[in-house]
Nanobody, 114 residues
Framework: QIELVESGGGLVQAGGSLRLSCEAS????????MAWYRQAPGKQRELVAS???????NYADSVKGRFTISRDSFKNLVYLQMNNLKSEDTAVYYC????????WGQGVRVTVSS
């Protein structure tokens, strides 16, 4: 059983930056795909960024140029560097892993104030 634990959320002003971290435990294998999703109040959960091991990152159009996903595949760590944050980025951010089965983190809240 894989456990995903997110950290790094919080309250920031518009234009500020945060870095989210997700640590996966419970497997000795490198996770094939890891991603960040988010869910804003009253909205559907949406993909923010993802990356396969050794692959190029994939980003939602709304965050391109501002967010960067990175991985340490050996340690099964995934990060999301968020720059120039906007109020529209306010959401609960969830770490995701696809490794034979699908796993979700508990989520970390990001609030961007105007």
């Amino acid at each position: 059983q894989i456990e995903l634990v997110e950290s790094g959320g919080g309250l920031v002003q518009a234009g500020g930056s945060l870095r989210l971290s997700c640590e996966a435990s419970g497997t000795s294998s490198t996770i094939g795909r890891m991603a960040w999703y988010r869910q804003a109040p009253g909205k559907q959960r949406e993909l923010v960024a993802s990356m396969f091991k050794g692959g190029v990152p994939n980003y939602a159009d709304s965050v391109k140029g501002r967010f960067t996903i990175s991985r340490d595949s050996f340690k099964n760590l995934v990060y999301l560097q968020m720059n120039n944050l906007k109020s529209e980025d306010t959401a609960v951010y969830y770490c995701f892993a696809d490794h034979i089965h699908i796993f979700w983190g508990q989520g970390v809240r990001v609030t961007v104030s105007s």
